[in-house]
């Protein structure tokens, strides 16, 4: 069975970091892009970031400059480094495995709140 562990969510202050991992199990995982998602109280899923297989990244307009997607196929990890963060960053962060739509995969999502 196919496992996406989040890690390295919490409380923090606004202007703070965090740093988000999400290791696989039981997938190729260099041959999968990845991202992270997040939902906040009362709104969509919405993409924050993502990283194909080769490496290509993308950001949401909101994050674009404060946050960093990066993948170590070795470890089957990817990583969001989260920097000046805001209160509009509170959501649950989620892991997504995506190689084509039979094969797409979430974790189980971490909470992130930003707050003083």
């Known amino acids: 069975q196919v496992q996406l562990v989040e890690s390295g969510g919490g409380l923090v202050q606004p202007g703070g970091s965090l740093r988000l991992s999400c290791t696989a199990s039981?997938?190729?995982?260099?041959?999968?892009?990845m991202g992270w998602y997040r939902q906040a109280p009362g709104k969509q899923r919405e993409l924050v970031a993502r990283i194909t297989h080769s490496a290509i990244t993308n950001y949401a307009d909101s994050v674009k400059g404060r946050f960093t997607i990066s993948r170590d196929n070795a470890k089957n990890t990817v990583s969001l480094q989260m920097n000046s963060l805001k209160p509009e960053d509170t959501a649950v962060y989620y892991c997504?495995?995506?190689?084509?739509?039979?094969?797409?995969?979430w974790g189980q999502g971490t909470q992130v709140t930003v707050s003083s």
């Open positions: 997504n495995a995506y190689f084509s739509v039979n094969w797409d995969y």
């Open positions: 039981r997938i190729t995982f260099s041959n999968y892009d």
